[in-house]
Nanobody, 118 residues
Framework: QLRVVESGGGLVQAGGSLRLSCKFP???????????VAWYRQAPGKQRDMVAS???????NYADSVKDRFTISKENTRRTVYLQMNSLKSEDTGVYYC?????????WGQGTQVTVSS
């Protein structure tokens, strides 16, 4: 059974940093390397929007609002995708969700709250 475990959220002051983790502990390596993974953010009262993504060939994409501040990366040995968030702003506040797509099979994580105080 697929498990998606997110962690790393919390409360941080503006200008600070956080690193989110999305771990797939029950996923075998061949599936993990073949997955496309993305982080989405949902602010209160707003829709869920893609923040960053990394494809199976490690191509990355970022929302304009986070370019040059956020970095998505993938560590195969730990079956984990990271989102390094620097220079955080109040508008980065929201619930961050991990999303994966493997050959059309999609799954969401449970979400982790990030709150940036100004």
């Amino acid at each position: 059974q697929l498990r998606v475990v997110e962690s790393g959220g919390g409360l941080v002051q503006a200008g600070g940093s956080l690193r989110l983790s999305c771990k797939f502990p029950t996923t075998i390596l061949s599936v993990f390397t073949g997955m496309d993974v993305a982080w989405y953010r949902q602010a209160p009262g707003k829709q869920r929007d893609m923040v960053a993504s990394i494809s199976s060939d490690r191509t990355t994409n970022y929302a304009d609002s986070v370019k040059d501040r956020f970095t998505i990366s993938k560590e195969n040995t730990r079956r984990t995708v990271y989102l390094q968030m620097n220079s955080l702003k109040s508008e980065d506040t929201g619930v961050y969700y991990c999303f994966r797509d493997y050959q059309g099979q999609t799954n969401w994580g449970q979400g982790t709250q990030v709150t940036v105080s100004s």
